[in-house]
């Protein structure tokens, strides 16, 4: 099949990003190795030791930057992921209940310190379409982190600009001290993703 014109031109951009060549150089898995690099220098999110759960993980840029900080990596995505050092994998689709079990089972217990969540729905062209994807997996994202996350502990997801992304914001704000919006070197100018950081977890009242 011939290709688009706007595939083309996807595919000379990606190959001439200088975070993709930077990513190679480097031996990231992605260019989002980069966004998440920046995010914890500014904001110290990864130290060594701590339970970190990434959701959307392959092809592996995030658990790459978690593990070499020496965080113990929990990743699940509905795609495989070759296996990386440090890193546990569970290859499912979040939004099913026996996967969420799956993750549950490995965690058995731990308190997370850090969810970080990359993920993103297949694009249909249809922007409300996708944008209620977007959105239902950052509430997915959300209602996981706010039942396994350890009181004080941190949670990092993309969102896209659009229909309930102000609402979200307010949501989070309710579950976290401080909440913040990021938008990474990294990112493209021309996306609308941001990510947004919710920093020490309130203690749930029983």
Not at 113 to 135: C, F, H, T
């Amino acid at each position: 099949m011939k290709r688009s014109k706007t595939s083309k031109q996807w595919m000379n951009e990606h190959v001439n990003d200088p975070y993709v060549q930077r990513a190679q150089k480097d031996g990231y898995r992605s260019r989002a190795a980069y966004k998440l690099l920046e995010i914890d220098e500014r904001d110290h999110l990864l130290k060594s030791g701590m339970v970190v759960v990434d959701l959307g993980a392959t092809p592996g840029g995030w658990s790459q930057v978690a593990a070499a900080k020496g965080a113990k990596v929990i990743a699940l995505d509905l795609l495989p992921l070759h296996p990386l050092p440090g890193v546990e994998f569970i290859q499912g689709d979040f939004r099913e209940d026996n996967v969420l079990a799956q993750l549950e089972a490995r965690l058995g217990g731990k308190r997370i310190g850090l969810v970080i969540s990359d993920m993103a729905p297949n694009i249909s062209g249809i922007d409300s379409a996708d944008q209620a994807r977007a959105m239902h997996l950052a509430e997915l994202a959300l209602d996981f982190s706010v039942h396994h996350l350890q009181p004080g502990g941190a949670f990092l997801v993309k969102l896209f600009q659009g229909v309930g992304f102000e609402e979200y914001i307010k949501l989070v704000r309710s579950h976290f001290i401080r909440v913040v919006t990021r938008k990474p070197k990294a990112s493209r100018d021309r996306s609308s993703e941001q990510y947004l950081l919710g920093l020490g977890k309130l203690e749930k009242l029983e």
